[in-house]
């Protein structure tokens, strides 16, 4: 179970500083494949969260924000778009305690994803046409207390390119939160390049009581990536 004391975050152990690991860019390998997995490889998340057995360094992200604005209580129905590798499932799951038959969590991504203890697995495209359908049809009373979405379109290094695909995928989480959010309910999802924007800022706030950019810790510094949280979900049109 994670613990929600302060910060979250990924911790030394035995009182001792981890040496950074250089490596040398080796035949065949870019310079940006070298860069990645040095980062990775110096990464005190990536470390605890391979200790602690999650998918992924991505749900120390979900525990600081949640350690923080408690949006996750036992019992609740949790819709997980983009769930895999299941990082922010896992930490979904021990929060609300669907391992032990209270709530629910239902992870959906194109990708499929392992099974994991208290995590209902849908493979499917979120943007689809029957996508609202299938999953209110696999949600609890067809209706979430949570809808998270840690989805991120592949980077084309073009800009504007970038910048509207991902815009699409918030739309899209946005578009089946209001359609499966009980009154009241949570909407999560990563955002880009400062944040949502003024037209999808004011689609949240008038769906939405309360609407704010988040950046955890556990997002690292020189990635672009927030999230918006909004709360207090209004009811369905």
């Known amino acids: 179970m994670v613990s929600r ?30 860069r990645w997995l040095q980062r990775q490889l110096n990464d005190p998340y990536v470390e605890e969260a391979k200790r602690r057995g999650y998918r992924s360094r991505a749900a120390f992200k979900l525990v600081e924000m949640d350690d923080k604005y ?10 997980d778009l983009g769930a895999a590798p299941g990082g ?9 305690g669907s391992a032990e038959g209270k709530g629910q ?20 495209d979120v943007s689809a046409g029957d996508a609202p359908a299938l999953i209110g049809a696999a949600l ?20 504007s390119t970038d910048h509207v695909r991902v815009v699409a995928l918030v739309e899209a989480a946005l578009d089946l939160a209001e359609d499966v959010l009980k009154p009241g309910g949570t909407f999560v999802a990563k ?26 810790k556990a997002s690292r510094p020189e990635s672009p990536e927030v999230y918006a949280l909004a709360t207090g979900f209004r009811g369905a049109k």
């Open 5 to 34: 004391g302060k910060g979250g975050g990924a911790e030394q152990r035995g009182g001792s500083r981890k040496l950074a690991v250089k490596l040398r860019t080796a035949k065949g390998r870019k310079i940006a494949s070298t």
């Open 70 to 79: 408690r949006f996750l209580r036992p019992g609740m129905v949790v819709l």
């Open 88 to 96: 922010w499932s896992q930490i979904a799951a021990e929060r609300v």
């Open 105 to 124: 969590v239902l992870a959906v991504d194109l990708s499929p994803i392992e099974p994991l203890p208290g995590v209902e697995v849908l493979t499917q």
């Open 140 to 159: 609890k009373g067809g209706h979430a207390d949570v809808v998270l979405s840690d989805m991120a379109a592949p980077a084309t290094g073009h800009r």
């Open 191 to 216: 955002v880009f390049q400062g944040g949502a924007g003024g037209e999808l800022v004011s689609r949240l706030k008038r769906s939405f009581a309360k609407v704010q950019h988040v950046k955890p």
